[in-house]
């Protein structure tokens, strides 16, 4: 299996909501990252966690939580967010630190606040 | 800080030509250098990784090269078709836990 799995492909939630973005790898990649990604943009670093643990936040409001509940499964929990959080969040994953295989992407959560 | 540049911002050929992408980035300390592909809406498809030990990379009508010296990267598409309508992504890997991603090329193949 050489794919990251990311549910739901679409999510539309009001600024009371709390809702949660899932990834899913079975290649063995023990560094997971979050990236936001808006149009014509290029993606931007959100979380890393390394080995189940964080290890980059990159100054991230607090609206967005995640968690490594093991090494397969990531997670982005949405509370309270603004219209300007809508974007394309893209999960990723990659060997620790220099990687042969480099990393590979999910096929992203369409993401958008009302 | 690691900066990258892609360069056209946008082309448009007619199906069949070979073209070139260019990439730039401002510290030749890297580890990798990666290039993905990106449909609109869609997530990045990774097409080719080019660690820093290497010249470059192909994989069927692609063809990678890296100058790490000079601080360039170039993607050579070759008989371009329809399908290689998209954006293409070039992103450095200079710490091991992030890419450094340019602003990408949007190239437009037509028929």
């Known amino acids: 299996d050489t794919e990251v799995t990311q549910t739901p492909k679409h999510l539309v939630m009001g600024m009371t909501n709390k809702k949660s973005l899932k990834c899913e790898q079975h290649?063995?990649?023990?560094?997971m990252y979050w990236y936001k990604q808006k149009a014509k943009k290029p993606p931007e670093l959100m979380f890393v966690?390394?080995?189940?643990?964080?290890?980059i936040n990159e100054s991230v409001p607090s609206r967005f939580s995640p968690e490594c509940p093991n090494s397969s499964l990531l997670n982005l929990h949405l509370h309270a967010l603004q219209p300007e959080d809508s974007a394309l969040y893209l999960c990723?994953?990659?060997?620790?630190?220099?990687?042969?295989?480099?990393?590979?992407f999910g096929s992203g959560t369409r993401l958008t606040v009302v | 800080k690691q900066e990258v540049t892609q360069i056209p911002a946008a082309l448009s050929v007619p199906e069949g030509e070979n073209l070139v992408l260019n990439c730039s980035f401002t510290?030749?300390?890297?580890?990798?250098l990666q290039w993905f592909r990106q449909d609109p809406g869609k997530g990045l498809t990774s097409l080719l990784l080019i660690q820093s030990s290497q010249r470059e990379q192909t994989s069927g009508r692609l063809n990678a090269s890296l100058d790490k010296s000079s601080g360039r990267s170039t993607l050579y598409i070759a008989a371009s078709q329809p399908g290689d309508s998209a954006t293409y992504l070039c992103a450095v890997n200079t710490s091991g836990s992030r890419l450094t991603f340019g602003e990408g090329t949007q190239l437009t193949v037509n028929p």
């Open positions: 510290d030749s300390a890297i580890y990798n």
């Open positions: 990723a994953s990659s060997q620790v630190g220099l990687s042969i295989y480099g990393y590979t």
């Open positions: 966690y390394s080995y189940e643990k964080l290890s």
């Open positions: 290649m063995g990649h023990r560094a």
